[in-house]
């Protein structure tokens, strides 16, 4: 897969199958988009295209902290997974806020990719003031050439699978129902540094994780978690929270991995969430807290045996 920006525009390509959309989260309905593409893209021997925003429009918007359920390197990954030939990454640039929904459409997709297939979601907006959608597309199909496929809801039930939803799963801590809309455990990536060494003053060796500061960190309180470090995998328990039996002001995440007896500092961790244990609430003393997190260690070894995650 080829990651591309605007300026590699136009591509030397006689024609492609593309799609647009935030593809934050890259759950289950922007999978169901991607499958479409990829049938189409297949029958008409076509690259196939994801055109998407590095951080999308209603985070640079309103400036929202702790909303992002996808980093742009992420987004990447997830792309190549899912076998895109092309991946063309937008800044929001106030050039691309005031383009309308024609020259977006001209310019970009049909001059820019080559686009002769469009695969939208249902509910898709694009151009200034989300002014262009599927019935804006439908009304110039036969105009500019092009051929349109419209995506249906990708539902769990009765629940139509969309990003705010799973934030929202997200914000109350309820992290299987985010995963099963994902489609794989819901995660946090980022760099491990110096805490106040607490933990391992209590016997329980933590790591503390600074995370993107735009990504989406769930509900305050204790998870089983799985572990990238690496090729390998483990176990472990997070906190997150701000620590009220010794004080705390500031929040912070911390991760006791089972079995891992190496240095960490410096090092980038993947960690996944697999069930929330408890709230985080105060001990009356530290010796209250270390048999609390002796159980919620067993808890957790627990669980990730139940999921099928190493413990």
């Known amino acids: ?19 647009v959309g935030g593809f934050d989260g890259f759950h289950r309905g922007h999978l169901s988009i991607i499958r479409e593409l990829s049938v189409i893209s297949r029958c008409a021997m076509t690259p196939m295209i994801l055109v998407t925003f590095r951080i999308p429009p209603r985070i640079v918007l309103s400036g929202d902290e702790n909303s ?15 076998g895109l030939d092309y991946l063309l990454l937008l800044d929001f640039t106030e050039e691309l806020r005031e383009m309308g929904a024609r020259e977006f459409l001209e310019r970009i997709l049909m001059e820019g990719l080559k686009a002769r297939r469009i695969v939208l979601g249902f509910n898709h907006h694009f151009g200034r003031n989300r002014e262009g959608d599927i019935h804006f597309l439908a009304n110039h199909v036969e105009e500019l050439g092009f051929g349109l496929t419209v995506v249906p809801p990708e539902k769990i039930g009765d629940m139509v699978v969309n990003s705010s939803r799973i934030r929202k799963f997200l914000w109350d801590g309820d ?26 003053k209590l016997g329980f060796r933590t ?10 960190v769930p509900r305050d309180g204790v998870y089983a978690v799985s ?8 176990g472990g328990v997070m906190n997150i929270g701000r620590r009220p039996t010794v004080d705390g002001r500031s929040r912070i995440l911390e991760v006791h991995i089972f079995g891992y007896e190496g240095g960490l500092y ?7 969430f697999v069930k929330r244990l408890r709230g985080e609430r105060k001990f009356r003393d530290l010796d209250s807290l270390r048999e609390q997190i002796e159980k919620d260690i067993e808890s957790a070894r627990n669980v990730l045996a139940s999921k099928g995650f190493p413990g």
């Open 175 to 200: 992290v299987e129902r985010a995963s099963e809309c994902l489609g794989r455990p819901y995660s946090l990536s980022g760099k491990v540094v110096k805490g106040l060494g607490l933990g391992e």
């Open 266 to 272: 410096g090092k980038r961790i993947k960690v996944e």
């Open 227 to 234: 572990i990238k470090l690496g090729p390998s995998t483990y």
């Open 207 to 216: 790591a503390n994780l600074e995370p993107d500061k735009l990504k989406l």
């Open 68 to 82: 992002l359920l996808m980093t742009a390197e992420e987004k990447i990954e997830e792309a190549e997974k899912a």
């Open 1 to 19: 897969m080829k990651v591309i920006s605007l300026k590699d525009l136009p591509l030397d390509i006689p024609a492609s199958s593309v799609t």
